[in-house]
Structure formats: C-alpha cells, structure tokens
C-alpha cells in the first residue's frame, strides 16, 4: 500500500468517526428535549434542555474541526448554522422559562 492510499483510508475513517460524533450528538439534542418535556419538574426540564443546548455547541465544535480538515469542501453550511444558532436561542428560551418562579 502506498502513501497515497494510506491517506486516503485514514482520511476515510476520520470522516466516519466525524459523522459518528455529528450523529450522536445531533440525535442527544433531540432526546434530550423530549425527556425534559416530560419532566414534572422545571429543574429537571431545565437540566435536560442545558444538556440538549449543549449537544448542539457538539455538533457545531465537530463540523468547524471537519471543516477546518476540509472534509466539508463544496458543502454550503450557512442553512445548518442558521438553524443551529435559531434552536439554540429557543433552547435559552425554554431554560430560562424554567428559571422563572
């Protein structure tokens, strides 16, 4: 096996542990809104939207770092980080309406 196709394969598995990384995280946002939904408690519901809130600073750390490897090149981001940015205030919205007494 010559350089070339070394790289290529450590290229490859990197990208797949990125996607694994983006896709676990991405799907903690979502579960972890639905518990704290269900959640009596505004404290519980509270830690569970932090948590969520969190997973998506996750999946924005991952793609920046992807990008940065340009593995994202030709991919138009700005829509993803206009929704990221757009459910991340609603997540402060609803963990500060958890704060309120």
């Known amino acids: 096996m010559n350089r070339h196709n070394i ?4 290229k490859t598995i990197i990208l797949q542990i990125f996607l694994h990384l983006i896709s676990r995280a991405a799907l903690s946002i979502h579960l972890n809104i639905a518990e704290g ?3 009596k408690s505004k404290v519980e519901r509270r830690r569970y939207y932090e ?6 600073v996750e999946v924005d750390a ?9 593995y994202l090149n ?4 700005k829509d993803l980080a206009e929704k990221m940015v757009s459910t991340f205030k609603l997540l402060t919205g609803l963990i500060l309406s958890c704060s309120k007494h």
């Open 7 to 10: 790289r290529c394969k450590c």
């Open 51 to 56: 948590i969520s809130r969190g997973s998506i």
């Open 62 to 70: 991952a793609l920046d770092i992807a990008s940065d490897l340009n």
């Open 74 to 77: 030709n991919i138009d981001m």
């Open 37 to 39: 939904a269900s959640k």
